[in-house]
Each structure stands twice: as C-alpha cells, then as structure tokens.
C-alpha cells in the first residue's frame, strides 16, 4: 500500500546553469554528476514535503476502497486520474468507469468523489486490490517555490561537497539547518489522505 513514481518528470526544477552558479563551476567535465545530484535533490524535497514537484506519472495502491465517498490523493498537486482498477470478488482485475465520479483538481489535495447514484466496487480485499494511476506535479519548472528552488541548491552544494556520509575527523554531517525551515511551509500533511493508509 502507498504510491510510487512509474515514469520519471521530463524536467527537472534545478537547471545545470542554476546549480553551476551555486557552486562557482565554469567547466562541463561534473556535469553528469551534477546531474544526479539535482535529481537527489528534489528527491529528497519531495519526500520530505510529500508534494510532487514536476510532472510524472504516479500509481497508488490500497488493498481496499474507503468507506467514505471520496478518494484524496497524495502527491499533490493532481493533474489527472488515468485510472482507477480493482480486483473483483472473483480475482479479476476491472476498470472503475470514470463516469461513476468526479475529479476534482483545482485545490489540495485532489480527490475523486463518487457520483450520488454510485459506490465504490467490491474487491476481493487482496494487497493492493485498488490500482489508481494518475498524472501529479507542476508543469513548468518556474511554478516551483523559490523556497524550494533554493532548499534544493543547498542540498546539491551540501553533496557536492561532502561526498561521503561522515567527513573524516568529524561527525556525520548533516543538511544545512537552513533547509529545514526552507521545507517547512511547503510540508504537506493533510489528515485526510494520511487517514486512507
């Protein structure tokens, strides 16, 4: 139960040019490695906001519908539900008609509603017997946060920097305390979705 990334954003928010300011680099012979990186970085935004920061394609299981009738989704922001699948009664794997509800993208976090002549299927209650896949994050990387943007530069120059966990002769070195309070308005925690896992 939870969800995962099934196709990577196409963009990243930090661009080579931004990072290499940070750093003070000129040359393109760390670029493969700024790279990863960068992509370390948003990473470790995203899981610590639980927000989607760039457009990719998400799949969410559950062993079972909620007993409420509507459906919110983590990740936010929700672009599109592609899917929503179950497991029947009898082990078979059904597609939800998405005329049996309403999504809804417009605040956080998105959610499906069932229409009032509907409910949710029965499933047979195996792990993961509900499959929703669906599209979440910004489109643009200049929609994203300058919060963010600037948490996630700290982080690439804190790795770039001490390419080891523990430097020699001192403690672990952990993110700049800045990043923290970088993150914190933009954490998403909404009882709501935290209360279907």
Known sequence: MGVSVMSQP??????????????????????AHLQRLMRSARHQVEQQCWRQLMRATLFWTMDEFPECRTLFFPRPPLVEVTSVKYYDLDGQLQTFDPMNYFVDTTGEPGRIALKSAHDWPETNLQPGSVQITYEAGL?????????????????????????????????ATELP????????????????ILGQF
């Open 177 to 192: 305390m800045g990043v923290n309070a970088l993150l914190t308005p933009h954490r998403f925690r909404d009882y709501r």
């Open 139 to 171: 489109e643009d990387p200049a929609d994203v946060p300058e919060d963010l943007i600037v948490a996630m530069l700290l982080i690439v120059g804190h790795q770039y920097t001490n390419r080891e966990a523990v430097a020699l002769g001192t403690i």
């Open 10 to 31: 196409a963009e990243e928010p930090l661009s080579l040019d931004m990072v290499k300011e940070q750093l003070r680099i000129d040359g393109d012979d760390e670029n």
